[in-house]
Every structure is written in structure tokens, then in C-alpha cells.
DNA sequence: AATGAATGAGTATTCATTCAT
DNA sequence: GATGAATGAATACTCATTCAT
């Protein structure tokens, strides 16, 4: 019976915490980092003290959902090391996180707010790096970039094109392919002259103060 | 006589609004625009209610600081309409952008949040977008520039080319140098495919839902 | 199991929701409506945050206080709707109404600001209005009371008779006797002439602008 | 030229004081008491610190709008001692009365705060009441007006008629017509009963703790 | 005498977090 | 483990009143 009872708990803790995750991820990428925890508890159908039971505090759950967020990204870089047209697939990455930027609020504050020290969001993003190094490094092969930029490059420059384009979000919400596509036409230039300033370190080489 | 007392009076208040306007500045680029208006009342040495007095409303005290910033890069756009180079003129105005936004927070997120209906925000970026049109032609004119792009597309990219160095800030405040001039080698690309999404419109003619 | 868990602080919270009607019902009454939800939670012994809880604004809580004495009320006409003499049940009724004005600042003001937009307060009174409409129909059936006047008259009327005596309420607490003797000297005067403006309509029927 | 400008300034006095009183009343009747100090002065266009050189606080300036309220009742009763019929001279002043109440939210709220402590209306009032005692009796000795009625029955008759029409104020801006004609019923009727309670004593008397 | 800038206490309301059950 | 009631610090904004000019 207590076994019976526990095994119960437990199975209703993961399902709380599938649900949990799935209203926050919903609730940060429509409202953005301020959305209230009591918004999340609601969406997910279950108690604020439930929440804290599972993430700490707030942040806690913010880079939970930033770095599954991240993961995804990382996945599809994966699958894309294997395609035919290695430049395609960079543009295909890139295409595919501007639009995942595009589509969340939090996401995108997150990377803009150096302050909010989230290690392991600091760490996936790392991560996601070293997986594009692969996209980027066969595309220099193909001779379709150039030889100065890393994949830390190309994951930076997804928050900034999506931050190009997000004055005309409601105005225009495909903008993004704009900037991508003139991010694309420096990325691709293969004679120009060698960018004035290093490629950036790892992330958390240098954790902020 | 009563000039004089008014004056005086003048003074006084002329002298708290420059103290304000200054706190207000340094409080909204260090914090953000969720910094307190009790914070930058207390930063500036006055009470309160006298912040209220100068700006009804919070909103309206962000939109005057940061119409001062973009009036500011008006200033600058303008005096490099007389310089020799256009391409290196556009070059330092976007060098000049970009270091303004590194340095302050807030104007990042009035920048990038369409909704936060600051009407006169959305007024001076358009006239910024204008003036920045006159260093584009000019740079066009020289061929230095591709032909498809526009002031407002200039503007916008300084927020994009902040986001980018964004995440290295600390590590690496200068970061911003290496993606400008990624930037620079696209805008600059004059035989380039044509980009495959129209320039903006004024932001004025688009209001915030 | 955990019904006991939720049943205990239910309990607690049962309390608190008394002592907190119990504090605001004061509060307001002493003070009016005017009285800051900081001095209720105080008198409560409660959170300012608790009191939130428990009604999600002031106008909340204030409507819940009036429909409740406005219930008393309407018991109270209940109850005498059974009496022998129905010229005395109403003069019964219009003195336990004045009194409760009388010991109530803020139910005054809630009866006499149109402004105020509390639609349960409104509906409260129209269905007083319609109970005390059945002690009307047996007193004028008796013959002891004039036919032109309805329930929303008597209603009014306590307003109007608490108010004439407000001027007098501490040097003379119980002047209001004087008034509602006159009222009813009006009101059972069956040989008058017609009254010269014809009875209210149901409050909910005119919403406030 | 010292003379001169004491005389300039003196006249310039009286007509600030002039516009202050006319704004102060019209921004009260309209508002209520919790109408600014900053709206009254706009109105009248002088400045905040010129309305407290004239009344020390809100509450004077409130008690001077009363009192001159009063004296035009004052005088108005005054006018109608000659009337031919003083029965009818009664009813006039009445609605003379009850159409001030309602044309003036702030007179209400002033005769429904027994806590204002606003001695000199209440002196204006006593004097008021004094006056109308003489349309009282010449009522009575006429017949027309039952005996055990005072003038200060009268006055405080005003505001529990308009009481009573106050919340149909919005929806039907006469309906007081129907409750004076109802109270003049009780009031004329000289055949009831002596009312059961003494008629009030000067307010004056009496001034609350 | 007039001005209006400055003050600061006061208001309703929100929300991350804690903890008794 | 789950609940949700309680907390209390924080926020933008208002307004009667003071006072230096």
C-alpha cells in the first residue's frame, strides 16, 4: 500500500512535471519572463506550491525551459550535419532558430539580459555551439563561407537578426528573412578582408560578475 | 522683480530637471526600464512626487530619455552627411549606434518592444531612419553600398549587431567591432542577389495594436 | 488524508475570511468607504495581501459588505411579512432599516453615489424592493397605507429619512424617530391627492453611465 | 507708486478671490469635496499657493462655498415671508432647496459628514433654520402646516428629500418632486398624531466631538 | 500678494516565495 | 508529494500643504 501509494506519487509527480513544463514553456514564449508563476501553475492545471516543489524559484524554471529550448536547436543542427548542401543547411539552422526566437518572448530576453546568470543556459548554449562548429566547418570546407567565423558566430547572430527585425514583428512577422538573408550574403563573402575583432570564447569561460 | 523671483524659482527646478534627467538617464541604462522611479527619485536627490512633476507618468519620463538618446544619433548621422567617405561615414554612425545601445539597457528594450506605444519613440526613430537615408544614398551613389537597402534598414541593424555582442558583453565588450563588420561585408556585397523581402516601412505608419 | 490536511487550512482560512468581513463591515462603517484597505487588513489582524486574497479589489470587498447588510434586510422583511398589523410591519422594517443606515457611513454612501458601478449592490436592492413591495400590498390591502407608493419608495425612503436626521446623529441619536413618524404620516395619508411624479423603475433597469 | 502698486495689488486680491470662490463652487457642485485643490485653482486660473493664501486649508475654503450655499437659501427664504399663501411660499422654498442639494454634489456630502467639523456651516445653517421658522409658523397660523413642525424640520427635510431621489438622480433628474410631495403630506396633515420625538436643537449647540 | 516647484505620506494592487496541513 | 492560504516588500501615482523667490 505505501509502496502502492508511492509509486502513484511518483508517476503523478512526472506527469505533473510534463504538464508544468508544457504550460511554462506555452505562458514564457507568449508573455515573456514576466509572466507570473501563478499564469504557469493555472496553465498547467496544478497548485503554485507544486511549481516550487519542482524549480526552486523562478530562474530555476526559466533556464529549464530556455535550455530544452536550446536543445531543440541543438538537435536540429544534428540532424542537419548529414544533409547534401552544407551552406543550405546553415541557412536552414539559421532559418529554423530566428524563426524559434521569433516565436518566444522569454526566449529571446534570456539571451538579451546578461544579468540573469543562468549557468546552464550559458552551458547549453555552449553546447548548441559546438554542434554548429560541425555545420560551419563543412560548409568552409565546400568553400561556401568564410574561413573567420565559428558556429559561436552563427548562434550569436540568431539573436540578432531576431532582434533586427523586431520593431516590424506585427507590422510584418517575416522580416527576419530579410536580415538573414543579407547576415548571409557577409557570412558567404569568402574574399573579404578578415574581421577586425577574434571569434568570441565559450560562454562559461567567463561566467558574469 | 517677480522675474527675478520666478527666476530664481527657474533655476531651481531647471537645475533639478537636469539632475533628474541625468539620473533617470544612468538608471535606465544601467537597470532597464523596470527600474523604480523611487530608484531614480533617490539617484537624483529630489523627492518623489517632484519626478512626477517634471514627467506625469513613467512612461513619459523613458520616452523623453530615450528621445534624447535618439536625437542624439541624429545629431550624428547628420554631421557625417558632410563627411568624405560615405561608406566609412555610414561605418562610424553604425559604430556610434551600436555603442550607444551597449550602454544602455533601457533603450535596448523601448527599441524592442513594439508594444510599448511610445509614440514619440516610434516619431524619432523615423526621423533617425530619414536622416540615415541621406548616408545611405550618398553611399549608394558611391558604390559602395548595395542598392537595396534603406536608413530604416540601418537603424535597425544596430540593434541587431547590439544582440549579437550581447551575450559577450562582459567577457568581451568590443565584441560588437567583429559583427559590425560582418554587417558591413554584406551592406556592402554590391553584387549581391537582391534581397528576397522588402525594407520596412515607417514605424509610424504601423501603431502598436 | 488530505482532506483533513485541506480541512484544517480551511479552517484557518474560514477564520480569516471572518475576521476580515468582520474588521471591513467595521471599518467601513466607521469610517466609510473612504477607509484604506491597509487599516482593514490591520483591524483584521491579516496581511494586506491576505485581504487580496480573499476579494480581488476594494470595490469587491465593499460589494460584498453591502449586499450582505442589504440581505439583512431583506430578512428582515421576510420575517414580517407574516405580522398581524402590516402598517406596523412596515413601520417595523422602515426603523430597522434606518438604523442599520444610521450605523453605517459607508452603506450611505454606497446607496446614494449612482457612480459607484457595484451591479450586485444594485441587484441587492431591486430585490428588496421587491420584497418589501409584498408588505406594501398588505398594508395597502388593510387600507393603512396610500396606493401610489410602492417597495422602491419605502426603500428611498430610508435613505432620505436616515439622511435628514445625519445633521442631528450625535447631539440626538435617535431623531430619526421623528422622521419616520412624518414619513409615515405621509405615506398613510389614504385620502391624498396623487403623488406627482410616478414611482422608480428596478435600478439594474438604468445602469450608471 | 508703492500706494499704487498696494492698490493694484489689493484689487488684483479681490478679483483672485472673486474667481477662486465662483471655480471652488462650480468645481465642487460638479465633483464633490474630493475635487482637488490643483483642479480648483486651474479653474480658476491663479495659482495653488494663491487659494491657500485666501483659505488656510481645503476645509475652509469648502466651509466658505457651504456657508454662501446657505445664505442664498437664506436669502431666498427671506424673499417668499411675503408670499400671500405660506403654504405655498413653504412648498417653493423647498424645492427651492432640494434642487440646490442636487444640483451640488459637494453640499450633500458636507451635510452628510457629521465628522467635517465645519462649525461655521453650521452656525449658517442654525441661521437658516431661524429663517424659515418664519414661514413655518405663518404656515401654521394659516392652518396649512401641522403645529409640532419646526423650521429645522424643514432644513433637514432638504436633504432626506434629496436623499431619497439621489439614486434615480441619473435616470430621473425629478424624481425628488415625488418625495416632497410625499413629505409636504405628512407635513400638512394637522390632524395626526404629535410626532414622537422633539423637534432638533440648534446645531450650534451641539457641536460634534 | 502671487507664484508654482518641492515635498512625502498615503493609496490600491501584484507577486515570488514560504509553510502548515 | 501536493495544496493553496498567507505573507510582505515593492510599484506607480496623487494631493494637500509649505515655502523660497
Known amino acids: 500500500m ?31 519572463t514576466e509572466v507570473s508563476m501563478g499564469e504557469i501553475a493555472q496553465r498547467a492545471g496544478i497548485a503554485k506550491g507544486t511549481v516550487f516543489r519542482h524549480f526552486p524559484s523562478k530562474n530555476d524554471l526559466l533556464a529549464a525551459i530556455t535550455v530544452q529550448l536550446v536543445d531543440g536547436l541543438i538537435a536540429a543542427a544534428d540532424r542537419l550535419r548529414t544533409a547534401d548542401d552544407p551552406v543550405t543547411a546553415l541557412r536552414e539552422f539559421m532559418a529554423t532558430g530566428v524563426e524559434v526566437l521569433a516565436a518566444d518572448r522569454a526566449f529571446c530576453e534570456v539571451i ?14 555552449d553546447r548548441l555551439c559546438a554542434t554548429v562548429d560541425d555545420l560551419t566547418e563543412r560548409a568552409k570546407q565546400q568553400g561556401g563561407l568564410r574561413a573567420d567565423v565559428t558556429g559561436a558566430d552563427i548562434v550569436l547572430l540568431l539573436g540578432g537578426i531576431h ?40 560562454l562559461l569561460a567567463a561566467p558574469p560578475a
Chains 1, 2, 3, 4 share one sequence.
Do not use: K
Not at 502502492?4 to 512535471?17: C, H, I, L, P, Y
Not at 536580415?179 to 557577409?186: I, V
Open 2 to 32: 505505501t509502496d502502492g501509494a508511492t509509486a502513484r506519487g511518483r508517476a503523478d509527480m512526472v506527469r505533473n512535471r510534463r504538464r508544468l513544463l508544457a504550460a511554462a514553456t506555452e505562458a514564457f514564449a507568449e508573455c515573456g
Open 163 to 202: 532582434q533586427t527585425s523586431l520593431p516590424l514583428l506585427e507590422q510584418d512577422p517575416q522580416a527576419w528573412r530579410r536580415y538573414l538573408a543579407l547576415a548571409l550574403d557577409g557570412l558567404c563573402n569568402t574574399s573579404a578582408t578578415a574581421l577586425p575583432h577574434p571569434p568570441p570564447a565559450p
Open 112 to 125: 538579451g539580459r546578461p544579468s540573469l546568470q543562468l549557468a546552464e543556459v550559458r552551458g547549453a548554449i
